[in-house]
């Protein structure tokens, strides 16, 4: 009985180990399959993900340019307020208004005329996203600059910001956006009052909390 008790115990452990070790591979496939998918995206650090298909680059914006084994257009450049970067050998480039994918396009057209290149040797990543803010100041716990890389309701930017201090008036938050002002009652859209006061957000809006 003692043989056959620990013949089972043994096969029992066996049996644990292996089921252990297929779920361990089963979770480290589930954790890798994220990262794959997140390649598609070009990162901008602090400001979360960039589309390089749809996002449009603007004034202020950090780029970097890499070119295969080309190091004198290769670099980290800023788009200056006339939406323009410059290159060395390619010089001046219009940047604002492309996505990045479609500045690539425009890079190595340039430089085709140039080297004998393949397309897949010349890519554009956004580094910050400075073009793309709207602020928020007064009573909240993170007043700043936020950038707005996705829609953002006004009720969402307060979350982000901290929330409320404990002195804030929360039924005349402000909104200006160009010469135009909009008013926003907190304590009527938490309980689903004239929820279009819960506005998207637009570049450049200033939200004022008293």
Not at 3 to 12: E, K, M, S, Y
Not at 55 to 76: H, K, M, T
Not at 128 to 133: A, C, D, F, Q, Y
């Amino acid at each position: 009985m003692s043989r056959r008790r620990w013949a089972v115990t043994g096969l029992l452990v066996c049996v644990l180990s292996l089921s252990d070790l297929s779920a361990a591979a089963k979770k480290d496939k589930k954790a890798a399959a994220p990262a794959a998918a997140g390649t598609a995206a070009t990162k901008a650090p602090g400001n979360g993900a960039v589309d390089p298909k749809s996002f449009v680059i603007g004034p202020e914006d950090v780029l970097l340019i890499r070119v295969w084994r080309d190091a004198e257009v290769s670099g980290q450049v800023v788009v200056r307020p006339d939406g323009k970067i410059t290159l060395q050998l390619l010089g001046e480039i219009q940047a604002a208004g492309l996505t990045p994918e479609a500045l690539t396009q425009v890079l190595y057209d340039n430089l085709l005329k140039l080297k004998q290149i393949e397309k897949s040797e010349v890519t554009v990543t956004v580094l910050v996203v400075n073009s793309r803010k709207y602020f928020i100041q007064g009573e909240v716990g993170k007043p700043g600059a936020y950038s707005l890389l996705l829609p953002t309701t006004v009720l969402e930017a307060i979350v982000h910001a901290g929330g409320f201090r404990e002195f804030a008036n929360q039924k005349k938050v402000l909104i200006m956006r160009k010469g135009t002002q909009f008013h926003f009652n907190y304590r009527d859209v938490i309980k689903g009052k004239k929820l279009e006061q819960n506005i998207l957000l637009e570049p450049g809006d200033q939200i004022v909390i008293p």
